[in-house]
């Protein structure tokens, strides 16, 4: 959708004032799609790092997308009142990077040490390449763990409302296209994004986007279309053993560098 680099910050400008003009001409045209499980979404991972604020180019984009493609509105997320205090929270977290990777590095524990007393857990992930990170989500007896080995597609959304769930977070929407094809969807009742694609995501279905105050600028809740949290810590779980013994070693063979 944009250039990965540019001669000069003039040309930024320039590309980023065509692509707004170019989809909300798609958006007056009225231009629709067949579908879209087949085909990638166009992404706009390279956006945020452009410096600027995309709140209203993401809003459009977004836009764009539910115009061309109106069964990305569906869902059918349960409608609920507050959660009784007998039974706890069900909360599920969709991505396809719970295996080695940065978002799961920084994020997975997050999630494994949410207290169990309190919440019912449900993962759910595509990736293709399970490891280690993985294993440790699916080995957990508190943890539901599905895996979508198809990808988030249109027609198995059903596998969240399946679950019944009061709050749905996705920790890093933005990297991969097709969880985007889940987020369109209203899912559960209270939806919300982590900052590990540190972007907004332009979509009326994100309705929190948690982040820290040491991340964001002091009028950073103009730059979200969603509500922007700030939490007071840095907002990740980073385990002192994440490079086990031996991990070290395996890295610098797999980058062609002599080991140690």
Known sequence: MVPVIYENEAEIIKRRERLGKEIKSLIEEGVKIEALDEISMPGTFYLIYQGFNDRDLMMDIQKLYRSAYPKLIGGGGRVMSDVPEERKIRVGFVSSYFRR?????????????????????????????????????????????????????????????????????????????????????????????????????????????????????????????????????????????????????????ELNLKTR
């Not at 209203?186 to 590990?196: C, E, I, P, S």
């Not at 694609?197 to 279309?225: K, V, W």
């Open 101 to 253: 990777h940065s978002v799961c590095k920084l994020l997975c524990g997050i999630i494994t040490n949410l207290d169990k007393t309190k919440f019912d857990v449900v993962v759910f992930s595509s990736t293709s390449d399970p490891d280690e990170y993985t294993e440790e989500i699916m080995e957990d007896p508190d943890i539901t763990f599905i895996n979508v080995q198809e990808g988030f597609l249109l027609k198995n959304r059903d596998l969240v409302t399946e679950q019944n769930l009061d709050v749905l977070i996705y920790p890093d929407i933005g990297m991969d296209t097709k969880t985007t094809m889940w987020a369109h969807g209203r899912l559960a009742k209270v939806q919300m994004v982590f900052w590990g694609h540190p972007a907004t995501t332009g979509l009326e279905t994100m309705d929190y986007f948690i982040s820290s105050d040491a991340y964001e600028y002091s009028d950073g809740g103009n730059r979200f279309s969603e509500q922007l949290i700030r939490m007071d810590g840095l907002g990740f779980f980073f385990k002192a053993d994440a490079v086990a013994e031996g991990m070290g070693d395996t890295m610098r063979q």
